[in-house]
C-alpha cells in the first residue's frame, strides 16, 4: 500500500515539474526580444543624363563686367547661342583654338540662350562640343545697353568674338562667324608682344552698316549682270534641296546670308522686293508666292 501511494506521489512530482520548467520555456519564447534591423536610407542620385554635363553660370551686367578682365593674359570671349546655326558650326574650331592655346590665354564663352536651357541645351550643346572653357549665360533686361558696353561697333548679331590683351584693351573682333587664321594670327601678335615686351596698336575697323537704297542699288545691279538672287536674312525658310531646286531649274540664287552682316535689315528687305519685282516679270506672280522670302 505505500509503495503504490510512494509511486503515484512521484509521478505526481515528476508531472509538476515538467509542466513547470515546459510553461517557463514557452514564456521565456515569448518575452524574447525581436533582432531589428537597421534601416538604410536610400541617396537619390542625380538623372543620368544631367551627371556629366559642363557647368554654366548665369550672369547680369555686373558678372559679365568682371568675366570679361584680364588676368595678365590675352582674353577670348565668344557670344553665340544654341538657336544660332552659325555659332553652332564654328564651334568646333573655337575648342581647338582652346585646346591649342591653353595656359597662354584665358578664353569664356556667353550664351545669350533663354535662361531656360542653363541646364538643359546649353550644357548639353558644350558638352558634345568637348569644350572645356569656363561658360556663363547671360540674362539682363537691357541687352542692347549690354552690347554697347562690349563695344559700339557691336551691332548685337550672333556670334560675336573678340580678342583683348592683357591689358583689357580690344585687340580684334569679328561679328559673324570667325575665320581661324585670322584668329590665330591675332593671338600670335598679343603673345609675341607680351614676350618682346613692345607696345601695339591695333587698329579696329569700322563697319558702316549698309541701309536700303544700297540693297535697291545692289538688287538692280545683279540683275543688270543677269543675275537673280534672294538673300536671306537670319532664319529665313527653305531647305538645301529647295536651294537646289531653284538653282539649277530657274537659275535663281538663294543666298544665306546668317544671322550676322554688316548690312540692316532694311538693306536685305529693299534688296530683295527690288529682285522680286523682277522674278515676277519672268515667271509670274504665283511662282514669286514660293520664293523663301
Known amino acids: 500500500m505505500k509503495k503504490a501511494v510512494f509511486k503515484r506521489t512521484k509521478a505526481i512530482f515528476f508531472g509538476l515539474v515538467f509542466v513547470q520548467i515546459f510553461s517557463l520555456g514557452v514564456f521565456a519564447q515569448k518575452t524574447k526580444p525581436k533582432t531589428v ?36 593674359k590675352p582674353l577670348l570671349v565668344n557670344f553665340w547661342a544654341t538657336w544660332c546655326d552659325p555659332c553652332r558650326e564654328e564651334f568646333p574650331d573655337l575648342v581647338k583654338l582652346d585646346a591649342d592655346y591653353k595656359g597662354k590665354i584665358d578664353f569664356i564663352t556667353v ?42 561697333d557691336w551691332q548685337g ?5 573678340i580678342l583683348y590683351n592683357e591689358n583689357g584693351e580690344i585687340a580684334y573682333f569679328r561679328q559673324g562667324k570667325v575665320k581661324t587664321e585670322t584668329v590665330r594670327g591675332e ?19 569700322k563697319i558702316k552698316p549698309r541701309a536700303a537704297n544700297e540693297g535697291i542699288s545692289d538688287a538692280k545691279n545683279d540683275i543688270a549682270k543677269g543675275i537673280l538672287k534672294i538673300k536671306k536674312y537670319g532664319f529665313g525658310p527653305g531647305s538645301a534641296e529647295s536651294t537646289q531646286y531653284f538653282k539649277d531649274k530657274y537659275g535663281i540664287e538663294i543666298a544665306d546670308y546668317g544671322c550676322t552682316f554688316s548690312e540692316t535689315p532694311e538693306y536685305f528687305k529693299s534688296y530683295n522686293e527690288t529682285m522680286k519685282t523682277e522674278i515676277i516679270k519672268r515667271f509670274g506672280t504665283e511662282f514669286a508666292k514660293n520664293l523663301p522670302l
Open 187 to 205: 593671338i600670335e601678335k598679343l603673345l609675341g608682344k607680351i614676350n618682346n615686351s613692345q607696345t601695339t596698336t591695333f587698329q579696329l575697323p
Open 157 to 161: 548679331g550672333l556670334p560675336f568674338t
Open 111 to 152: 550664351s545669350l540662350d533663354d535662361l531656360a536651357e542653363i541646364n538643359r541645351d546649353v550644357p548639353k550643346f558644350l558638352a558634345d562640343m568637348k569644350a572645356t572653357m569656363p561658360a556663363y549665360l547671360l540674362k539682363v533686361e537691357d541687352e542692347g545697353a549690354v552690347i554697347a558696353s562690349i563695344t559700339k
Open 37 to 72: 534591423k537597421p534601416k538604410t536610407q536610400a541617396v537619390k542620385m542625380p538623372p543620368k543624363s544631367t551627371i556629366d554635363l559642363p557647368k554654366v553660370t548665369q550672369i547680369d551686367e555686373i558678372g559679365l563686367k568682371t568675366a570679361v578682365k584680364t588676368n595678365g
